[in-house]
Every structure is written in C-alpha cells, then in structure tokens.
C-alpha cells in the first residue's frame, strides 16, 4: 500500500475529502516525528510503541571488497507492536 491508497482508504472511511485526509495524515506523520524527537518514545494504545534507540558503532564490510569498514554510532526508530494490533493480524 502506498501513502496515496493509505490517503484514499482514510477519507473512505471518515467520509471526508481526499485533500483533508492528506492533511491528516501529514499533520499526524509531523506530529510523531515531534514527539520522537522531543521524548524518545510515543504509545498509541492498543496499536503499539514506537521509540528511539541507540545503536553503537560496529564493524561491517563491504560486501564488494571485503574490506572491513566502521559502521557509525546512530539512532534509529523501532517499532513494538499491541496487543490488539497482534491479535488483528494474526
């Protein structure tokens, strides 16, 4: 499913415009964004929990080479599935 069909499917759904539903779904995108950024850490009840962690620096190769390279210290999102959210789809 892409960003457009999710966008359509939304505005089925809610009875409302195609453009307001894009203007919901970006405000809600930017609003978690904020509060990754801000607080490390978002629950959505039922839905699940995304948060950011810390991922130390390692050594990697290049697959190409073969030449060991370092592979940077970074943060990335991840993402713990609900209980309801499980239960939908299994």
């Not at 960003?3 to 779904?25: F, M, P």
């Not at 964004?33 to 978002?42: A, M, P, S």
């Amino acid at each position: 499913m892409t960003k457009a069909d999710l966008v359509a499917d939304i505005a089925g759904k809610a009875s409302i415009t195609k453009a307001g539903s894009e203007r919901a779904l970006n405000t809600f995108l930017e609003a978690v964004q904020d509060i990754l950024v801000k607080d490390g850490k978002l629950t959505l009840t039922g839905f699940g929990t995304f948060s950011v962690e810390a991922r130390k620096e390692r050594k990697g190769r290049n697959p190409r080479t073969g030449a060991a390279i370092k592979i940077p210290a970074s943060k990335v999102v991840k993402f713990h599935p609900g209980k309801h959210l499980k239960d939908a789809i299994n």
